[in-house]
């Protein structure tokens, strides 16, 4: 029983090792055989990198699809984007076929993945971005690219590049615009008869996940189209990217410390007129602050001819503070020309008449204040018979008033004429509003700061409601137009 137990585990060890050994054998490559395939495929008497596939035939169809890892930035100032992607490139070239190679492996080889640095002993369509400011290849740790060919000939690359290109932005509805940024990819060379740009709609752009910190990556479109220069026609392939801005950080920077700056300077209505130094300080603090937001906001923009929706909402904000100083403005000079015009009025009631100034000199005597009541008469009263000052109506001398003075209470004033005692009653009173006109009557200093409670609020609100309906709007129309022009 022992014999036959031995000899079956010898025999199992025999078979375990004979399929080491095959499998040994067969994971060994040939890689003297891979080397002559790859020298004779660019062998220089049958293959010349300097001439295009089936030259003088139909155009070689070069496949282009791309892999955005990242966009870094999108600069209004600079009017460019910037973007971090894998550009895979893919032709045929009949002369590097190989069909399939017999190295000794259970299975045949279809394909080659060689170094990129081989890719300088082939062909290869001199592609470029017209619309490029600055690019760079990747080469940490090594150059970020790899080239395989396959059995047909197919040659495929990859490489990975950062490129800038620029963006022309139109900012008349900044901060709730929308931008087209497109990278355009050409053959710098090659007109239509010799290269054209194929790619498939779906498989052409493929994305990761990032955001961006101002915008909205929205879509992502391939149109390929050709490009009529004076040396002839070039197929070109553009990417639209479709970017919508975000809003949050301008309302939470901008929008909202204007609003509070323009509800501060109300304040001043409520204040009293004769406060000047709070209401002059509180108008030009304000003032200033909307200087100050309106130029660094300004100083982070390019310097466009047009004006942008920022613009309109600052500006009306800044002529809302700036009515608001010039109302207590209004208020100060309005009360301070009342008054001048009160003043007036009362020194004039109390200058004698042209008419009488040929009249002779009269001496003015002081009496007490109970004269001023019309219902008392002392008895040295020239107007009392039983006083004796009494003058007699024939030689008493005329009782005169100024033209402008209003019928009121009677002020008695005392005179002596032609060593003749004589009395004279001057008639004086209180200015009411009518005296000066019905504009002032409605431009009362305090009427001006009771309208201005209400009025100034309203405005601003109903500015609010238009400036965000239009621009809303109009940020969806455009963005409607950018998508249908693409189409």
Known sequence: MARPFTLIVLLSAHLCLHVVVTQDEDSHIN???????????????????????RYGEKPVDVGITIHVSSISAVSEVDMDFTLDFYMRQTWQDPRLAFGS?????????????????????LWKPDT?????????????????SFLRIEGDGTVYTSQRLTVTATCPMDLKL??????????????????????????????????????????????IKVVNHTQKLSSGEYSRLCWFFLFKRNIGFYIIQIYLPSVLIVVISWVSFWLSRDATPARVALGVTTVLTMTTLMTMTNSSMPKVSYVKSIDIFLGVCFMMVFCSLLEYAAVGYISKRMKLVRARKESRMLTPLPHLESLPP????????????????????????????YIPESQRTTIFSNEDA???????????????????????????????????????????DKYSRSLFPSIFVLFNVGYWAYFIRQSQIQEEQRNSQIL
């Open 128 to 144: 470029f971005f017209p619309n490029e400011k600055k690019s760079f290849f990747h080469l940490a740790t090594t150059h970020n």
């Open 174 to 219: 900044f901060p709730m615009d929308s931008q087209h940024c497109k990278l355009e990819i050409e053959s710098y060379g090659y007109s239509i008869l010799d290269i054209m740009y194929v790619s498939h709609e779906k498989k052409s752009v493929s994305t990761e996940s990032y955001e961006l910190p101002q915008f909205v990556l929205q879509s």
């Open 406 to 448: 209003v019928p009121n209470e009677l002020t008695p004033m005392l005179g002596r004429s032609n060593s003749q005692a004589s009395v004279f009653l001057y008639q004086t009173a209180v200015i009411s509003d009518d005296e000066f006109g019905r504009f002032w009557r409605w431009l009362r200093p305090s009427n001006i």
């Open 31 to 53: 890689t003297q055989l891979l080397s002559s395939v790859l020298d004779r495929l660019t062998n220089r008497t049958t293959y010349d990198k300097r001439l295009r596939p």
């Open 101 to 121: 190679l017999d190295l000794g492996l259970s299975k045949e080889i279809d394909s080659l993945t060689v170094g990129v640095d081989y890719l300088d002993r």
């Open 362 to 389: 009269k001496r003015t005597l002081s009496v007490p204040s109970y004269f001023n009541n019309t219902t008392y008469r002392p008895f040295y009263s020239s107007t009392d018979q039983t006083s004796n000052l």
